[in-house]
């Protein structure tokens, strides 16, 4: 069974940075893509940054240049540092992995980061 359990929200002011953490566990084949997408309260969710095991990696125009996905294949976890943070980036950010190109995905249970003064 895959579990995901993300760490690393909470509250920063504008310009400040955060850094999110998110473990996987349950394939013993690793994960083909990883990464985060995050939802404001009355809005869709949304994809932030995903990383494939052979590191390509797509990211949110409204992120790109703030935003840094990494991962670490040998501990099945990734990684979001997120710079210059602006309130728009205000959401509940959810990890997100899929063990092959074709599979299921499976999310974590979300961290907020609040981005306000």
């Known amino acids: 069974q895959v579990q995901l359990v993300e760490s690393g929200g909470g509250l920063v002011q504008p310009g400040g940075s955060l850094r999110l953490s998110c473990a996987a566990s349950?394939?013993?084949?690793?994960?083909?893509?990883m990464g985060w997408f995050r939802q404001a309260p009355g809005k869709q969710r949304e994809l932030v940054a995903t990383?494939?095991?052979?590191?390509?990696?797509v990211y949110a125009d409204s992120v790109r240049g703030r935003f840094t996905i990494s991962r670490d294949n040998a501990k099945d976890t990734v990684y979001l540092q997120m710079a210059s943070l602006k309130p728009e980036d205000t959401a509940t950010y959810y990890c997100?992995?899929?063990?092959?190109?074709?599979?299921?995905?499976?999310w974590g249970q979300g961290t907020q980061v609040t981005v306000s003064s």
């Open positions: 997100y992995c899929k063990i092959g190109e074709i599979s299921a995905a499976y």
């Open positions: 349950g394939s013993r084949t690793g994960f083909y893509d």
């Open positions: 990383m494939t095991s052979g590191t390509y990696t």
